[in-house]
Structures are given as structure tokens and as C-alpha cells.
T-cell receptor, first 113, second 115 residues
Framework: NAGVTQTPKFRILKIGQSMTLQCTQD?????MYWYRQDPGMGLKLIYY???????DKGEVPNGYNVSRSTTEDFPLRLELAAPSQTSVYFC????????????FGPGTRLTVL | AQTVTQSQPEMSVQEAETVTLSCTYD???????LFWYKQPPSRQMILVIR??????QNATENRFSVNFQKAAKSFSLKISDSQLGDTAMYFC????????????FGKGTSLLVTP
């Protein structure tokens, strides 16, 4: 049981490049989330999904896109990378509800130069 | 939108001592949960403790306990018998049914445990 896995762990992009951050969970969770963590800040919600085929915007969605074609996978797409997207990105999953814990992946450190 | 405020950017405590981390939040709702997460240098987010808003009894998990004051919207974390492995960033987080039960995080408190 691997939990939530993210690839890559580190990445450097040039301004204007695009990339996809991969996220996979093996706990059969319906709910999945993408957060970003800027230096000295808490995590902010980018996008979330409540099940396969359903996604919605969080607090900071500009410059990102997501898809959820399967229960297991929730990739985050960065189009036209900008320095403001330099951050650590966390994927998380949960079975939903107020009580249930969110399980986090190890994070991806992205630098845009 | 709910806001979570952690007013202590950094704290330090000696090994075996007790430390309290502060957190306040703002909401007009009655049904919600509060969490404390630990983020060690490895970056992994680890759940420390959770508290249901409807429960008056404060949650405890081994050396970790909370002081939940619902009327004051305060949710502090007490760490007893601090250990070197407790050195980490600690995030207070709020959850309600909005945004698919996503977490709203404070900015965090960096805790250093010294020998």
C-alpha cells in the first residue's frame, strides 16, 4: 500500500514551458486535492475532485488545469510556466467527510527560472 | 472564506519541557473540524491531532493535546515532554463541507526542540 505518490520530486522549468505533475493514490479515495506551499506560508488549495470525472477550482487555480479520468490519478497541468508558480506542490486524497484524514504525497519542488 | 491565524512564526523549547502553539480561526458555521499537522524537514505532512467542533472534550494523542475554546475560536496545541523529533513546522487547519472537505491552513509555526 503505497498511499499517495507524486512524480517528479524536483523539477526546474524555464518560463513559458509546460509540464504535468503526476499524482496517484491506491486507497480507493474519491476525494483528491492539489495544494501549493510557498515559502513561509501554509498550503493553499489549487483544485480538487470529488470523484472520477468531477473537478472544481480552489483558492488559487489560475495557470493550472486538472483532469480526473480514473479514481486513482489526478494530474496537475501547468501551462506557460511563470516564476510565480515556483512552489512546492502537494497532492492529497481522502475518503471524504469532516472526520476523515487527508493523506498527503511527498510533494514536488518546482522552480521556474 | 474561513481564515486560520497562527501568530507565532517561530518557537523554541528545551527537550522534556512543554510548549503551546496558538491558533485562532474565523467561521460562522457550527459544524467543522480542526486539525494540527506536522511537517518535518522531510516535507511530509503528518496528522498530529483532530478535534470535532461539537465535542467539548479536548482531544489528546499521547504527548499531544489541544485546548479548544469554541466561543473564542481558539485551538491551541500543547506538546508535553518535548522530544528532538518534534522539531518541525506545525500547521493548524480548518475543515468544513466547502470545497470538497478541503483543508484551510494557517501559515505555520516553526518549532525547534533543543537538547
Amino acid at each position: 500500500n503505497a498511499g499517495v505518490t507524486q512524480t517528479p520530486k524536483f523539477r526546474i522549468l524555464k518560463i513559458g514551458q509546460s509540464m504535468t505533475l503526476q499524482c496517484t493514490q491506491d486507497m480507493n479515495h474519491n476525494y483528491m486535492y492539489w495544494y501549493r506551499q510557498d515559502p513561509g506560508m501554509g498550503l493553499k488549495l489549487i483544485y480538487y475532485s470529488v470523484g472520477a470525472g468531477i473537478t472544481d477550482k480552489g483558492e488559487v487555480p489560475n495557470g493550472y488545469n486538472v483532469s480526473r479520468s480514473t479514481t486513482e490519478d489526478f494530474p496537475l497541468r501547468l501551462e506557460l510556466a511563470a516564476p510565480s508558480q515556483t512552489s512546492v506542490y502537494f497532492c492529497a486524497s481522502a475518503s471524504g467527510g469532516l472526520y476523515n484524514e487527508q493523506f498527503f504525497g511527498p510533494g514536488t519542488r518546482l522552480t521556474v527560472l | 472564506a474561513q481564515t486560520v491565524t497562527q501568530s507565532q512564526p517561530e518557537m523554541s523549547v528545551q527537550e522534556a519541557e512543554t510548549v503551546t502553539l496558538s491558533c485562532t480561526y474565523d467561521t460562522s458555521e457550527n459544524n467543522y473540524y480542526l486539525f494540527w499537522y506536522k511537517q518535518p524537514p522531510s516535507r511530509q505532512m503528518i496528522l498530529v491531532i483532530r478535534q470535532e467542533a461539537y465535542k467539548q472534550q479536548n482531544a489528546t494523542e499521547n504527548r499531544f493535546s489541544v485546548n479548544f475554546q469554541k466561543a473564542a475560536k481558539s485551538f491551541s496545541l500543547k506538546i508535553s515532554d518535548s522530544q528532538l523529533g518534534d522539531t518541525a513546522m506545525y500547521f493548524c487547519a480548518f475543515k468544513n463541507s466547502n470545497s470538497g472537505y478541503a483543508l484551510n491552513f494557517g501559515k505555520g509555526t516553526s518549532l525547534l526542540v533543543t537538547p
